[in-house]
């Protein structure tokens, strides 16, 4: 079965629970961020008409799909629908040139080699224990 990644990269998210900071600290894309965006419901409760809303509907439709036939990805007759025009082909994560959905609005596909830089992967990789 193939494997898809994402990235949640949303300003400001919408958080499933909520989370308890430092004074002045903002937490940003959490570990289960996603979750809100997945069920479409907040801390608060329903997600309000916002670039949350627009991103939980995406990410709803890609998670369904994934659910039902094994891919996110729509049918070619699905993908001409207006509720669906426009999201990104989401291809399967494979070595050696990986691909990430960014999650955020608008989606958009990412390299992993981005993904590895935003991240500082270099930094983890090099204090990795034996």
Known sequence: MPVYGFDLNQPDPALFVPLRGLPDMTLGDTHTAELAYVFGIDANGPLKASPHRELSQTVIGYWTNFARSGSPNLTTAEASTPLHEGRPYWPPYRDPNPALLSLST?????????????????????????
């Open 106 to 130: 608008p989606v958009a596909l990412r390299s992993g080699s981005d993904f590895d830089q935003d991240h500082h992967c270099a930094l983890w990789d090099s204090i990795r224990t034996p």
